[in-house]
């Protein structure tokens, strides 16, 4: 029913060739496709009919999966999220493979950057592997990860940064996660467990005594970002009423099928709250698509296009 795990990140950008040139010089990526977004894709996300917007696809070379860069005009200038509220439940981070995270935290902070955590080195029970991990404020205010693996075997990291490893999601319950991607997409849970505690506590900054939760779900045979998930006993506050379209920030993924009406169904047949039309936008400069955008868990913005071409 999905075709290939995560198909587009996207992220709502203040200034677009700012946003661009962050991702391309410091990340490698490559334009793949720059065009302007129609009256149905402002349809789509429920804007005022006068927004207009243009976006720009950047990928790197090992991943089919896109980061979708777009900016609306007019825009709230308003951040979806900030470095104080890692514990609200939405979209958090997009991580990227670092060859030294020491070097990435010191060139960012030359360059102005905030970070929610400076490095700190860990070993998680996954593997178990040891791994060096520090979160930035990027663009946008979107939290982005550089994490450097430490044990055996280490990867090869061709440039600074290498794939997009995952983008995170803080939720209110993680069986919840589970049954909408596992049980109604088909994808694959391939870690859940409750974290020792104090794991993740500076790296969050999360309060002592926290008890914590993480999963990971994949497409099987796919090179695309993993999805994470992060539950903690700390309460937090629904981030679905600012996570959209025109505020800035990371405020949906996209999901590729070979069949919208057949998931269409599924949805509804799971009590899944769809929130737009089905909509024929623009997907590049050349394609078209019918899409859709859902409600997952914790109020998170799913988007899942059948392309026309």
Known sequence: MIKN????????????????????????????????????TIQLWNLPPATTGHATLLKNDEQSTLLELMEFQPHSGKSIRTAGNTTDYGLFTIAFRARDVDAAYHRFQQQGYQFICPPITYTFSFGPVTVKEAIMVGPNDTP????????????????????????????????????????ILGLTRIFDQVLPPGLIDDILNLPPGNESRMAFIIQPGSKTPS?????????????????????????????????LEILIEKLHTNNIKILSETREIPISASESAKAIIVEGPSGVNLQFFESLT
Do not use: H, W
């Open 227 to 259: 999805l994470e998930f992060i539950q903690s006993s700390v309460e937090g506050k629904s981030l679905s009423e600012v996570a959209k379209p025109a505020n800035l920030g990371l405020f949906a993924i996209a999901f590729a099928t070979d069949d």
């Open 5 to 40: 795990g995560i198909a587009r990140i996207l992220i709502c950008v203040r200034d677009l060739r700012e946003s661009v040139e962050f991702f391309r010089d410091n990340f490698g990526m490559s334009i793949v496709a720059d065009y302007s977004l129609n009256s149905a």
């Open 144 to 183: 982005i990860v550089f994490l450097e693996r430490l044990s055996e075997p280490i990867p090869e990291v061709k440039g600074d940064f290498g794939t997009i490893l995952d983008t995170s999601q803080v939720v209110e319950d993680i069986d919840e996660v589970t049954k909408f991607y596992v049980d």
